[in-house]
């Protein structure tokens, strides 16, 4: 693994990583990869992974990405990551905002903001346990547990484009 980190960046990261362990990769060079190239989530996934939040990976933080984006990975592990991803303002719950950004992403804009409005009412209502107009953790646990094949395909090199439409709205989805 330490030698696909070195061949990003030779020159940035040494050979010998206990030379200089602190060193980051930029996110540019990580959402160039060929795993994660044409993933709508690209950056999501790699802030996600970031220490510090901002997208700059540190070894460990490329290994757990790896780690995580593996099959073998465990699902309690992979739903964690899952909702960080949809979590784009990181409050810990998936709100509207959220939703709508994680539709726009999946469907590269193509819905209108009626559309858009009328599937995140309806995640929202389906989803929402405990009532609070937004998604906890445990929502999205539940949410996701009726849709086995979520935490398989949401890491991807595609995601698939129904998770809205399908696995929100309680349908199946083909891959």
Do not use: W
Request: hydrophobic share 40%; charged share 30%.
């Amino acid at each position: 693994m330490h030698g696909r980190y070195h061949e990003m960046a030779p020159n940035v990261v040494p050979m010998d990583y206990t030379k200089d362990p602190d060193v980051k990769l930029p996110m540019q060079l990580i959402i160039n990869m060929p795993e994660l190239k044409e993933n709508p989530f690209k950056e999501r996934i790699v802030e996600s992974f970031s220490e510090d939040g901002e997208g700059s990976l540190s070894f460990n933080d490329f290994v757990d990405m790896f780690s995580v984006l593996s099959e073998m990975a465990p699902r309690e592990l992979k739903a964690i990551y899952a909702f960080k991803i949809y979590d784009f303002n990181t409050d810990n719950f998936i709100c509207k905002s959220d939703l709508e950004k994680t539709l726009n992403k999946l469907t590269r804009e193509e819905l209108t903001a009626e559309e858009i409005t009328l599937v995140c009412e309806k995640v929202i209502e389906e989803a929402d346990m405990d009532g609070d107009g937004k998604l906890g953790f445990a929502d999205f646990e539940n949410m996701i547990s009726k849709a086995p094949d979520f935490l398989r395909y949401c890491f991807k090199k595609k995601i698939v484009s129904c998770i809205f439409s399908g696995i929100f709205l309680g349908y199946h989805c083909v891959v």
